[in-house]
Nanobody
Framework: QVQLAESGGGLVQPGGSLRLSCVASGFTFSGSAMSWYRQAPGKERELVASISSSGSRRNYADSVKGRFTISRDNGKKTVYLQMNSLKPEDTALYYC???????WGQGTQVTVSS
């Protein structure tokens, strides 16, 4: 079955960086676009970034453009989210998502606070 295992979250000060990873199994990763979503307390889940199956196309939410970078390694079946210049409003539970399978990971918590 589809499994998505996120890691890399944690507590970081404003202006800091984190890299999230999502290791996938149970489906053809190299043939699948991938996305990162986030959900803050009391808010709806929102799309953060997406990447095509080959990695040639990437899209970002306006709120993270220029600060976050999505990438993937099809050989390792892993998608990454490099997050720089983090702000308190980036605090959320971050989820890995496979759009064509509508499958979600369990999420990894990111907290940005001094």
């Amino acid at each position: 079955q589809v499994q998505l295992a996120e890691s890399g979250g944690g507590l970081v000060q404003p202006g800091g960086s984190l890299r999230l990873s999502c290791v996938a199994s149970g489906f053809t990763f190299s043939g699948s676009a991938m996305s990162w979503y986030r959900q803050a307390p009391g808010k709806e889940r929102e799309l953060v970034a997406s990447i095509s199956s080959s990695g040639s196309r990437r899209n970002y939410a306006d709120s993270v453009k220029g600060r976050f970078t999505i990438s993937r390694d099809n050989g390792k079946k892993t998608v990454y989210l490099q997050m720089n210049s983090l702000k308190p409003e980036d605090t959320a539970l971050y989820y890995c998502y496979v759009p064509r399978l509508t499958s979600w990971g369990q999420g990894t918590q990111v907290t940005v606070s001094s």
